[in-house]
T-cell receptor
């Protein structure tokens, strides 16, 4: 079973706009990670944010974490057609090594 | 350096057959993970190895599924008496410090 939920399930925007995806989870975590997946194959690691961090940046990506609300958001600024993909958040519960994924957000960037 | 590799990339088999899926982790990574992803879903955890031993196999759906990592590097996921419901993409990941998991391209298994 999957722990989290992602919102929205699908998002379609114009190139150059910002895209925001949200993730909620249920248990206490060590960290939260965001991954990108193209065409249903391998996942590409984007960013990891630890439970004691509130915000993290990497290039055009900004991730926030609110452990009191058990939620995270991923912001992609100045979107490009190449950002079209599915985006997943994944948490590792305290005391466990496995990742628990949400169902993902399918992002489409229209040129 | 080289990333996680998985072979075969695609496997088509008949119901009831036995299959083996292989994962080569990033060199030096002690932790190795198997996940399964059905269409339209996020990956679901199957099993986790630390070194040669299975540290957590709580995600294996039943005793038809088994995985080994005899030398602490390459791992093989074995599925006996395959069923149509086993059709999915099987993903392998490895990590060095138990934090970031790096994923391979996956094996798409189709059971006819």
């Amino acid at each position: 079973s999957q722990q989290g939920e992602e919102d929205p399930q699908a998002l379609s925007i114009q190139e150059g706009e910002n895209a925001t995806m949200n993730c909620s989870y249920k248990t206490s975590i060590n960290n939260l990670q965001w991954y990108r997946q193209n065409s249903g194959r391998g996942l590409v690691h984007l960013i990891l944010i630890r439970s004691n961090e509130r915000e993290k940046h990497s290039g055009r990506l900004r991730v926030t974490l609110d452990t009191s609300k058990k939620s995270s958001s991923l912001l992609i600024t100045a979107s490009r057609a190449a950002d079209t993909a599915s985006y997943f958040c994944a948490t590792d519960e305290k005391g466990a090594q496995k990742l628990v994924f949400g169902q993902g957000t399918r992002l489409t960037i229209n040129p | 350096g080289a990333g996680v590799s998985q072979t075969p990339s695609n496997k088509v088999t008949e119901k009831g057959k036995y299959v083996e899926l292989r994962c080569d982790p990033i060199s030096g990574h002690t932790a190795l993970y198997w996940y399964r992803q059905s269409l339209g879903q996020g990956p679901e955890f199957l099993i986790y190895f630390q070194g040669t031993g299975a540290a957590d196999d709580s995600g294996l759906p039943n005793d038809r599924f088994f995985a080994v990592r005899p030398e602490g590097s390459v791992s093989t996921l074995k599925i006996q008496r395959t069923e149509r419901g086993d059709s999915a993409v099987y993903l392998c990941a490895s990590s060095a410090q138990g934090d970031t998991q790096y994923f391979g391209p996956g094996t798409r298994l189709t059971v006819l």
